[in-house]
């Protein structure tokens, strides 16, 4: 099956430096990617989508300017936490879609914001 | 935002069949039946989805109600590796629709025992 690369796959950052995470479809080529985060306990919660060359579209309640999405390219796609808090310590997953519409999530990174 | 309705946890024996139960009662006629899984610290793991027959593959059988207000995700020997939290979704099968995306919800945690 299709494979979904993320790296790094765990990081710990101290408060207000910028974390970024990227995600690769290795083998296919994707149309969209998405970014959820999830928190201990709790399911995934979808945080933005992005197409490959325009704006990612963010889900209400997720703030734009804080988690910037990167989609440059069909095969890349990067998160960057800015000044990141504590609060952001959470589990951040990205899935990518091909073009048959099937979508492949990423093994997710651990963020740890001290 | 999730449009179906899982029991929270079970439990199973290693080597019995586990059966997940799970209601879509407002599945629309071009929304298919997803079920992935994710054990602990991973990403989700696709399983098996159908849009109105049932469907069986390596890992498990589907079993969609002839109304398709609920379905049934079968593991026919069920195995300790098996344990995790599994999520039914509904999803639209066209690509251009804005109700494409993946979105996750609270899943049951399938617990099995020896």
């Known amino acids: 099956g299709a494979v979904v690369s993320q790296h790094p796959s765990r990081v710990i950052c101290k408060s207000g430096t910028s974390v970024k995470i990227e995600c690769r479809s290795l083998?296919?080529?994707?149309?969209?990617m998405f970014w959820y985060r999830q928190f201990p306990k709790k399911s995934l919660m979808l945080m933005a989508t992005?197409?490959?060359?325009?704006?990612?579209?963010?889900e209400q309640g997720v703030e734009k300017d804080k988690f910037l999405i990167n989609h440059a390219s069909l095969t890349l796609s990067t998160l960057t936490v800015t000044s990141a808090h504590p609060e952001d310590s959470s589990f951040y997953i990205c899935?990518?879609?091909?073009?048959?519409?099937?979508?492949?999530f990423g093994p997710g990174t651990r963020l740890t914001v001290l | 935002d999730a449009k179906t309705t899982q029991p929270p946890s079970m439990d199973c024996a290693e080597g019995r069949a586990a059966n997940l139960p799970c209601n879509h009662s407002?599945?629309?006629?071009?929304?298919?039946v997803y079920w992935y899984r994710q054990i602990h610290s991973q990403g989700p793991q696709y399983i098996i989805h159908?849009?109105?027959n049932n469907e069986t593959n390596e890992m498990a059988s589907l079993i969609i109600t002839e109304d398709r207000k609920s379905s049934t995700l079968i593991l026919p020997h069920a195995t300790l590796r098996d344990t995790a939290v599994y999520y039914c979704i509904v999803r639209v099968a066209d690509v251009l629709s804005s109700n494409n995306d993946m979105r996750f919800g609270a899943g049951t945690r399938l617990t099995v025992k020896p």
């Open positions: 083998d296919f080529q994707a149309t969209t």
């Open positions: 899935s990518a879609r091909d073009y048959h519409n099937e979508q492949f």
């Open positions: 992005s197409n490959e060359g325009s704006k990612a579209t963010y």
């Open positions: 159908g849009l109105k």
């Open positions: 407002t599945i629309s006629g071009n929304e298919y």
